[in-house]
């Protein structure tokens, strides 16, 4: 991963807050005027063109402000974001949800759901689970897997690296 000097880290942290908050371009003079950088807007606007040319962030249109890009998203993920820890309280939830018991009788739609919905809860965010559609992709391998005298887990792996388990009695 390219490594950013710390003044373009606050750029780009600040860009992608901004931007997530207000859905607008953000500005050099916005930069310049609510960061603790002291820059003049002239070396903002130097500092996002670097940006740009790296990847990490685009200009919509010509006089518009900068927005990031899915690598200006990633790299404040990965680097520049404040991870916070999840209660063991909600490491709770999750691991008695996904135990065995519970997902032997759970169809895949229904752990969907609850996926969302316990993310959602630990977040207080709206989460949104998606399934891929596998009807369409390119079949790889099946195997099957002895787990009980009277069942059998089907594992079904498509080209695309997504795989598929049933088990059938």
Do not use: C, W
């Not at 373009?8 to 371009?25: C, T």
């Not at 991870?83 to 759970?106: A, G, P, Q, R, T």
């Not at 009807?135 to 080209?159: P, Q, T, Y």
């Amino acid at each position: 991963m390219i490594t950013l000097t710390d003044r373009e880290k606050e750029v780009l942290r600040y860009v992608v807050d901004n931007f997530i908050q207000s859905a607008a371009p953000v500005g050099s003079r916005s930069v310049s005027k609510k960061t603790d950088l002291n820059l003049s807007s002239a070396t903002i606007r130097n500092v996002m063109s670097d940006l740009e040319e790296m990847e990490f962030l685009d200009t919509p249109h010509t006089s518009a402000g900068r927005i990031p890009t899915d690598k200006g998203y990633r790299y404040y993920v990965d680097m520049l974001m404040n991870h916070e820890n999840i209660s063991k309280k909600d490491v709770y939830l999750f691991k008695e949800f996904f135990n065995d018991k519970n997902l032997n009788f759970l169809d895949s739609q229904d752990i969907f759901n609850e996926t969302s919905r316990l993310l959602g809860k630990i977040t207080r965010l709206l989460s949104v689970v998606s399934q891929p559609n596998i009807s369409k992709g390119v079949f790889e391998k099946l195997e099957f897997v002895s787990v009980a005298s009277d069942r059998i887990l089907v594992v079904l792996k498509i080209k695309s690296g997504i795989l598929k388990t049933v088990i059938m009695e």
